[in-house]
């Protein structure tokens, strides 16, 4: 994982503080898909919300650090690139479910 080899050249101040919170926010999001998959297409919303709530959440620390510069701007651009892929597929995947339980 990309997040890992970044985490471990974060600077011990935000190593330990908003280091831990991105790991956890991880974590989170691939916890909420996973539930999510399991699930019947009405009960899997509010997974696929928390995901997306949380992968928003992931957004913002990640500027964060690259706005104090603990996180170089490559390394900023490429983690972007991919949760923002996720995010799309995320919210491609909420209004699947969206139209599937909507009444006809």
């Excluded at 990309?2 to 790991?23: A, C, E, M």
């Excluded at 957004?59 to 892929?85: A, G, N, P, R, V």
């Amino acid at each position: 994982m990309i997040w890992y080899n970044y985490y471990q050249t974060l600077p011990k101040n935000h190593r330990y503080s908003l280091g831990l919170k991105i790991d956890k926010l991880f974590s989170e999001i691939i916890e909420a898909i996973a539930i999510a998959s399991f699930l019947s297409p009405r009960e899997k919303q509010p997974w696929v919300k928390l995901a997306i709530r949380k992968t928003d959440t992931l957004k913002i620390f990640l500027m964060i650090l690259w706005e104090t510069k603990s996180l170089d701007t490559k390394k900023y651009i490429s983690l972007s690139k991919k949760i923002d892929e996720i995010g799309r597929m995320l919210g491609g995947w909420n209004g699947q479910l969206t139209k599937q339980n909507s009444p006809k």
